[in-house]
C-alpha cells in the first residue's frame, strides 16, 4: 500500500464528467503476415512484461470523505484481458473514421474499480492496418514516464522471444485495502498537518509572488495565466471529444531551428500559433491580444528512472497569434519561452510546498466541481490551450510483430481549454494529436491542416 502523491490526487479528485485526467495515444501498426494483428500474442507480451511496470497492476482505494490522498493497492483480482478490448472502426476504414472513433473512445472515463487503463485493439482500416488507443490515467505517468512505457512494453525487433509471464502474487500487505475505519482514522491524522502545510505554502507563495513581480519589470515579461484574450475554444467543457492528427517530417523542423536559432520546442509552439491563426481568422475570432498556451515540463530528473506517477510541471507561453509575419511570430514565441523558463527555475527555488501537497483532496474536489458549474472557466479562462511536445524514439517499434508506423498522443482538456495539441517525436517525424472539446471545436482538423502551411512559410523564411 502506498500513498498517492499530492499532484497525483489532484488529478483524481479534480476529474469531473467534463475533464478527464488520463493521457492517451494512437498507435497505427502494420501486421506484417497474412493473419493480420495477433491479439492474442499481444496478450501474451504484455503479460511477460507488466512486472515491469507495477503500476498497471495497482488499484485506487480513496479515503472517506477525501480527508487524505488516497491509496494504491496491488489490485488481487487484476485480470490482463479486462484491459484489452477490440473493436471495429466504421466503413470504409479511412483517417476521418477512424479519428472519430478515437474522439468517442476517448470520451469514456476509465474504471475506477480497476487499475487505471486500457487498450483498444481497432482493426477494418483501410490497407489491412491496425490501430491501438492506449489509455492511462495521468496519476500512473506524465508525458515522459509514458514514452518511457512505450519504449519498454514495445519491441525493438519483428520477432524476439516472448519470456513466460512472472509468476505473482500479490503482497499481502501491498494487496490489503484498509478497513473503512483504518481509513477513516488516517485521514483525520492527516487533517492534523494542514495548518503547518498552509503556513508554508503561504510562506511559499509568498517569496513567489515577489519572484514574478520581479520579473513584471523585465523587458520582456512572461505570459501569465488568466491575461488571455477570450476565443471560441475557451468555453465551458463537455464530455464528448473530437481527435484530428498531422505527422511532419522533423528534418524540416530542425532546418528551421538552425537557421533561425531557436528550439524545436519554439518551431513547434509557431506552427501551433499559425494553424490557430489561420483557423481563427476563418472564424471571424481572431482576438486582438495574443493566445496564451500552457506547455508542461518534465520535473524528472536525470537519475529519476521511476515511471510511476506524474512529475511535471508548466509554464506559460505566448503564441504571438497577434502578429501576421511567422517569422515576427517564432522570434516572440522563443523570447516568451526564454523568459518563462528563467521564471520557471526561480520560481522552483521559491517552492516549498504545492497547493495539491497542502490542501486535502475533498478541497481539491470541491474547487474543481465548484469551478466547472460557474462556468467561470469559459468567462475568465486560465490559457488558451495546452501544448505538449514529448520527446519519442527515433527507431522502429514493434508490436506483436507488428510494426508501429505512427504514433499520435493526446492529453486531457481541463479550465475551459478546449484543445490540447501533443506532439511525439518518432522516426524522424513529429506526430501531433489534436484533442478538442466537441462544443470547442467540432473539426480539429481544420486547424491540424494548418500545420503543413506554417512548417512551409517557416521553410521559406529559414531558406531566406
Not at 505473482?168 to 500487505?173: K, S
Request: glycine share 8%.
Amino acid at each position: 500500500m502506498r500513498r498517492v502523491s499530492g499532484l497525483d490526487a489532484a488529478f483524481l479528485y479534480g476529474e469531473t464528467d467534463a475533464w478527464h485526467m488520463h493521457v492517451s495515444a494512437l498507435l497505427v501498426t502494420e501486421p506484417r503476415g497474412p493473419g493480420g494483428f495477433d491479439t492474442d500474442r499481444l496478450v501474451e507480451v504484455l503479460a511477460s512484461r507488466i512486472h515491469r511496470v507495477p503500476q498497471f497492476r495497482w488499484r485506487l482505494v480513496p479515503v472517506p470523505m477525501g480527508l487524505d490522498r488516497p491509496m494504491w493497492i496491488e489490485d488481487p483480482d487484476f485480470e490482463l484481458s479486462d484491459h484489452i478490448r477490440r473493436v471495429g472502426c466504421p466503413g470504409p476504414g479511412g483517417p476521418r473514421e477512424l479519428e472519430e472513433l478515437v474522439g468517442e473512445l476517448i470520451g469514456m472515463k476509465l474504471d475506477r474499480h480497476r487499475p487505471l487503463w486500457e487498450v483498444w485493439v481497432i482493426d477494418g482500416l483501410i490497407g489491412g492496418q491496425v490501430a491501438l488507443l492506449a489509455k492511462v490515467h495521468h496519476a500512473l505517468v506524465d508525458g515522459v514516464s509514458g514514452s518511457e512505457l512505450v519504449q519498454l512494453l514495445f519491441d525493438l525487433e519483428p520477432d524476439p522471444a516472448i519470456d513466460p509471464p512472472q509468476p505473482w502474487d500479490p503482497d499481502a500487505d501491498a494487496a490489503m485495502a484498509p478497513s473503512s475505519m483504518q481509513l477513516f482514522g488516517m485521514g483525520v491524522g492527516a487533517l492534523a498537518s494542514v495548518p503547518g502545510r498552509l503556513f508554508r505554502l503561504v510562506r511559499s507563495t509568498t517569496r513567489q509572488a515577489r519572484t514574478v513581480a520581479g520579473f513584471l519589470s523585465h523587458d520582456t515579461v512572461p505570459a501569465m495565466p488568466f491575461a488571455v484574450p477570450r476565443t471560441p475554444i475557451n468555453t465551458e467543457l463537455g464530455p464528448h471529444r473530437r481527435f484530428a492528427s498531422v505527422e511532419v517530417d522533423l528534418a524540416d523542423v530542425k532546418h528551421v531551428k538552425d537557421e533561425l536559432g531557436v528550439t524545436v520546442n519554439d518551431v513547434v509552439l509557431a506552427l501551433c500559433s499559425g494553424a490557430l491563426r489561420r483557423y481563427l481568422l476563418e472564424e471571424d475570432a481572431l482576438p486582438e491580444l495574443p493566445l496564451v498556451a500552457q506547455v508542461p515540463v518534465s520535473t524528472r530528473t536525470a537519475d529519476d528512472h521511476q515511471g510511476d506517477g506524474t512529475k511535471v510541471g508548466s509554464m506559460f507561453a505566448s503564441l504571438a497569434t497577434n502578429l501576421d509575419d511567422p517569422a515576427e511570430r517564432l522570434d516572440v514565441i522563443n523570447a516568451s519561452t526564454r523568459a518563462a523558463k528563467e521564471m520557471r527555475t526561480s520560481l522552483q527555488r521559491d517552492r516549498s510546498v504545492g497547493v495539491t501537497d497542502a490542501l486535502p483532496p475533498a478541497a481539491i474536489m470541491l474547487a474543481a466541481r465548484a469551478l466547472s458549474a460557474s462556468q467561470l472557466e469559459a468567462r475568465a479562462p486560465v490559457f488558451n490551450l495546452i501544448v505538449s511536445n514529448v520527446p519519442g524514439p527515433d527507431f522502429p517499434l514493434y508490436v506483436a510483430g507488428s510494426e508501429l508506423v505512427a504514433l499520435y498522443p493526446m492529453g486531457p482538456l481541463l479550465f475551459g481549454a478546449g484543445l490540447n495539441v501533443t506532439v511525439m517525436g518518432y522516426r524522424g517525424s513529429l506526430h501531433f494529436g489534436f484533442l478538442t472539446c466537441r462544443g470547442a471545436v467540432p473539426d480539429p482538423q481544420r486547424i491540424a491542416d494548418g500545420i503543413h502551411l506554417e512548417l512551409k512559410e517557416l521553410r521559406e523564411v529559414a531558406s531566406r
